[in-house]
């Protein structure tokens, strides 16, 4: 797709953060919105060879809606800044939703890639299912973390949110505590695009994906509460 026309895009729209500037913008978007979506079809083809369970995803329903949900926010722009996709073997992007883990990449106005796979604050019973399965699966979940591709790609799990300390219900001596203490299961990367327009973005993001593969492997053994 035509990446530096998107950024270029999404930097006017946070500067014009309103519903008549994209308006007038529409037939903008609209092409852009088209590309990502062949994109995202492509993805979904190409992450499908090693990853067969995500073969029935839709890729419109991956494809995260532009406008915002202005309803609890004090923030209150109309428009995310960002184009931004989740694949799932579920078809569903939202943990809330019981999506599950998913491969995740958005690209924002600053021309930043971000590209994860895993689960991001997974509702608390999910959460909580998924350190239980920590422990039950203690060597399964230790080949994740010690997984090289994974770790070379994205420099093992995210920590943000990290707690300090055991969550309630498990015990200090626990394998893989400070897995345990983490509130997101997941691994990202960011580059910036500005810096270098990849000469073929679906095939660098699959490779990416595929490095994350063992983790969203091993998070879709967790059953759902």
Not at 114 to 138: C, F, K, N, T, W
Not at 159 to 180: C, M, N, V, Y
Request: hydrophobic share 40%.
């Amino acid at each position: 797709m035509h990446l530096r026309d998107l950024i270029q895009f999404l930097a006017e729209l946070s500067e014009n953060n309103n519903r008549a500037w994209f308006v007038m913008n529409k037939p903008r978007y609209d092409i852009l919105r088209a590309e990502f979506l062949e994109l995202v079809t492509g993805l979904i083809t190409d992450i499908a060879k090693f990853d067969p369970a995500v073969a029935d995803c839709n890729p419109k329903k991956a494809l995260f809606r532009i406008n915002r949900d202005m309803r609890f926010s004090h923030d209150k722009s109309p428009y995310k800044t960002t184009f931004s996709a989740a694949i799932t073997s579920s078809g569903l992007k939202k943990p809330s939703q019981g999506g599950g883990p998913a491969y995740y990449f958005h690209i924002d106005a600053n021309g930043t890639l971000l590209v994860a796979g895993g689960e991001y604050m997974p509702p608390s019973d999910r959460l909580r299912l998924i350190r239980q399965q920590v422990i039950a699966d203690a060597a399964g979940f230790g080949k994740v973390l010690k997984n090289k591709k994974l770790n070379a790609t994205f420099g093992g799990l995210n920590q943000e949110g990290k707690l300090t300390r055991p969550p309630k219900g498990f015990d200090a001596d626990a394998p893989h505590l400070e897995s345990i203490k983490l509130k997101n299961f997941i691994a990202w990367t960011e580059t910036s695009l500005k810096k270098k327009i990849p000469a073929d973005l679906e095939k660098e993001l699959v490779a990416v994906f595929k490095d994350a593969y063992p983790l969203i492997a091993w998070l879709r053994q967790v059953k759902q509460a």
